[in-house]
């Protein structure tokens, strides 16, 4: 039997924008994203730029960053990724991030945005991604958001993207998929608490 304030309570989602590079993308993908998710009453976002969370790749469990984070990475019911794709694979800023917290992942469910260049779209990315969550017991959504010749998403005004439609589907999509799975886990953990 299901709880009524564990289901209608709104997930907690953490959006984590993943590049840091100079000129990036990432910021008008994610600023996209976080406004077709303002629009649903069934989630509440959390934005987490890894560019403004750079972490070093040594990190020492006391450092002052990491310990800043932690606690938003924490309470998070579910995440979303923007991720790029570099050089088929993971920005290095956000693999460290995501390397530097254990616990603050697990059993949570992930859904992927991506992009590049180039007609991958960002999936080889994504791939890599559900690899490394997957470590950490998350469950990866299946139906994901890509946006393949980044570039031709932006009009002549530079507005992104272009033709939102189709992208609003698949984020719908994807969310309706991530919420469903994080009540899930929020039922089960709230009868027995997980432990890997």
């Not at 956000?94 to 530097?100: E, H, M, N, Q, Y």
């Not at 990315?125 to 469950?139: K, N």
Request: with cysteine; aromatic share 8%.
């Amino acid at each position: 039997m299901s709880t009524p304030g564990l289901v209608t309570r709104p997930v907690r989602v953490t959006l984590l924008v993943g590049s840091a590079r100079d000129g990036r993308l990432a910021p008008d993908v994610a600023g996209w994203f976080a406004r077709v998710a303002s629009r649903r009453d069934d989630l509440v976002l959390d934005v987490v730029d890894v560019a403004g969370h750079l972490l070093p790749a040594s990190l020492d469990a006391d450092d002052p960053a990491a310990a800043a984070l932690r606690p938003r990475l924490t309470g998070a019911e579910a995440y979303v990724v923007v991720v790029p794709e570099y050089n088929r694979s993971v920005p290095g800023p956000l693999k460290t991030l995501i390397d530097s917290f254990q616990s603050e992942w697990q059993a949570k469910p992930v859904g992927f945005v991506g992009y590049g260049l180039g007609t991958a779209g960002g999936v080889r990315a994504i791939e890599h991604l559900r690899q490394i969550f997957a470590e950490f017991h998350c469950v990866g959504m299946k139906d994901i958001v890509t946006f393949p010749r980044i570039l031709d998403h932006y009009d002549a005004e530079g507005r992104f993207p272009a033709d939102p439609e189709g992208a609003e589907s698949a984020a719908k999509l994807m969310l309706d998929q991530l919420l469903w799975w994080a009540r899930a886990l929020r039922e089960a953990k709230a009868v027995r608490p997980y432990s890997s």
